[in-house]
């Protein structure tokens, strides 16, 4: 109730609003009851590199929650030698960053240039990047924040559109990221995804 409070200030004020504030307002009302089914739920008229154009009683496309499961082996490389093992990426560097809550939207683009400057790389050394679109302004913002070509992020789509398995986010998208690297030839490929408490992790991977 404090935090709702102190956004009717800003309104009243003229401050511009957290990206948290902008959320509650193209949300429905916590008391509207849901369309149903949700299939029912409209989609967006519009997304064009971010720029989102909802009609009032639209809300900001989300991922669905979907079930999903993951399952990853790390080693080094000695081992994966002397068990015969398939190396199929090595891990450059990995980074944490973080931000206040309100701008968990925008905490990878705080982590990825520190898991580059980890790694001795610039944005331009990198092939393809994956962003976890726990909401689709995920990735279209940082995309802008960093100056991202688009057409090298998230090129099977984001959790938007084909689902966020809770629990197992961070698995999907560095092996989809490694999936597009091998298809596409690249090399170096660039991981990154939020957390709900103002944080982001990133992970640099360089695919055999």
């Excluded at 089914?37 to 064009?48: A, D, I």
């Excluded at 009032?56 to 490389?77: D, E």
């Excluded at 090595?90 to 520190?114: G, L, N, V, Y």
């Excluded at 938007?160 to 629990?167: A, D, N, R, T």
């Amino acid at each position: 109730e404090r935090e709702r409070e102190r956004e009717r200030e800003r309104e009243r004020s003229g401050r511009p609003l957290s990206p948290l504030s902008l959320l509650r307002s193209l949300l429905p009302s916590p008391l509207s009851p849901l369309p149903s089914p949700l299939s029912s739920l409209p989609l967006p008229q519009s997304v064009v590199l971010g720029t989102q154009s909802p009609s009032p009683t639209q809300s900001p496309p989300t991922a669905p929650s979907t079930a999903g499961a993951a399952a990853l082996v790390l080693m080094s490389r000695s081992q994966a030698e002397a068990a015969g093992a398939p190396i199929l990426a090595t891990i450059r560097s990995s980074a944490d960053a973080e931000q206040e809550p309100c701008w968990f939207t925008t905490a990878p683009a705080a982590a990825i240039p520190k898991v580059l400057a980890r790694a001795g790389l610039a944005i331009s050394d990198v092939d393809f990047f994956e962003i976890n679109e726990a909401f689709s302004v995920v990735s279209v913002a940082n995309n802008q924040l960093l100056g991202l070509d688009p057409t090298r992020v998230n090129v099977r789509g984001g959790a938007v559109s084909i689902g966020h398995p809770i629990g197992a986010s961070g698995a999907r998208i560095v092996v989809t990221l490694l999936s597009v690297l091998r298809e596409k030839g690249g090399k170096i490929g660039v991981a990154g995804i939020c957390n709900g408490g103002g944080g982001a992790s990133a992970i640099v991977i360089e695919a055999e």
